[in-house]
């Protein structure tokens, strides 16, 4: 094949590799809309049970929840590591992990072992490659992922943390800031931290049913769910963020590199011009 030919047929490819990074930029772009729709509303929604936590384990003291307070007997905290199931959005999931691992031996070396239970393909892997004990694990999440398959791996980890088998649970994911910022975020799940500022001035009180600790023993189970779901949804915000930022990357660098191929496409046609018409004047003074 000749040079005219291979960089003809290199353009050619490279234009169709275009047509697939920019296609997946869109679609990207779309998911995210959709993605920071349902993160607003899970803000809102955890917010206001916050704020209803804070004020009943306020004028209730008495009530002394696990989730509430530490434990100190096992030496062992939990994760649950939050991933995309794909790869092609840049360092998203490489930053995490490598935040993630460091943290897991600044815990060892305080004599804490770490376990883990992973949401998404790209953690399964990372932590298999990284030998550490895994409790369960889910992959294969939709972009509106259903909650109830959360909840289930919340479970495992709150269920051992009331049978005192772990210190600590932390959540590991991706923090959506903005379309071009995602912060990796390893944030305590329990016990709990709950803000001051959610603490209402006011000094009436509501009636519970059936009585005020059912009700809080309830609202702190959901909490906790709902904080481990709201991380998989900025999560997944923050995947489609950086898929798009890299797809469009890409896109601007094929659009670059075709217009380099064409111009040695061109030099390497009038190269072979001016051969042939070179050949053909030796031939006509040859005769």
């Known amino acids: 094949m000749s040079q005219v030919a291979s960089i003809r047929n290199t353009i050619h490819s490279t234009k169709k590799t275009q047509k697939i990074?920019?296609?997946?930029?869109?679609?990207?772009?779309?998911?995210?809309?959709?993605?920071?729709?349902?993160?607003?509303?899970?803000?809102?929604?955890?917010?206001?049970?916050?704020?209803?936590?804070?004020?009943?384990?306020?004028?209730?003291?008495e009530f002394r929840h696990p989730f509430l307070y530490p434990n100190a007997h096992s030496n062992r905290v939990g994760y649950l590591v939050i991933s995309s199931d794909r790869g092609l959005c840049g360092s998203l999931n490489s930053a995490l992990f490598k935040q993630l691992f460091q943290?897991?031996?600044?815990q060892k070396k305080q004599g804490h072992e770490s376990v883990f239970v992973p949401v998404g393909q790209k953690a399964v892997q990372a932590l298999k490659r990284y030998g550490g004990e895994i409790l369960a694990q889910q992959v294969h999440l939709s972009d509106r992922p259903d909650p109830s398959k959360v909840y289930g791996l919340v479970k495992?980890?709150?269920?051992?943390?009331q049978s005192q088998r772990l210190d600590a649970v932390y959540l590991v994911y991706n923090q959506f800031i903005s379309t071009m910022k995602q912060v990796p975020t390893i944030s305590p799940l329990v016990p709990l931290t709950l803000h001051k500022k959610q603490q209402s001035e006011q000094t009436w009180d509501y009636l519970y049913e059936p009585n005020?600790?059912?009700?809080?023993?309830?609202?702190?189970?959901r909490y906790v769910e709902t904080l481990a779901y709201q991380s998989v949804i900025e999560n997944i915000a923050s995947e489609q963020a950086a898929r798009m930022v890299a797809m469009k990357q890409a896109t601007d660098n094929a659009g670059g590199i075709i217009?380099?191929?064409?111009?040695?496409?061109?030099?390497?046609?009038?190269?072979?011009?001016?051969?042939?018409?070179?050949?053909?004047v030796g031939g006509a003074e040859a005769v």
Do not use: G, W
């Open 21 to 61: 990074t920019r296609a997946m930029e869109l679609v990207a772009a779309s998911k995210l809309v959709k993605c920071h729709q349902q993160q607003a509303k899970s803000v809102a929604y955890a917010s206001a049970m916050e704020k209803l936590i804070y004020h009943l384990s306020s004028a209730r003291p």
């Open 103 to 106: 943290h897991s031996l600044d």
């Open 156 to 161: 495992v980890l709150i269920d051992e943390y």
């Open 212 to 221: 005020a600790q059912d009700v809080l023993n309830f609202l702190l189970v």
């Open 259 to 280: 217009d380099d191929l064409k111009l040695a496409y061109n030099k390497a046609r009038q190269s072979a011009i001016t051969r042939e018409l070179a050949e053909i």
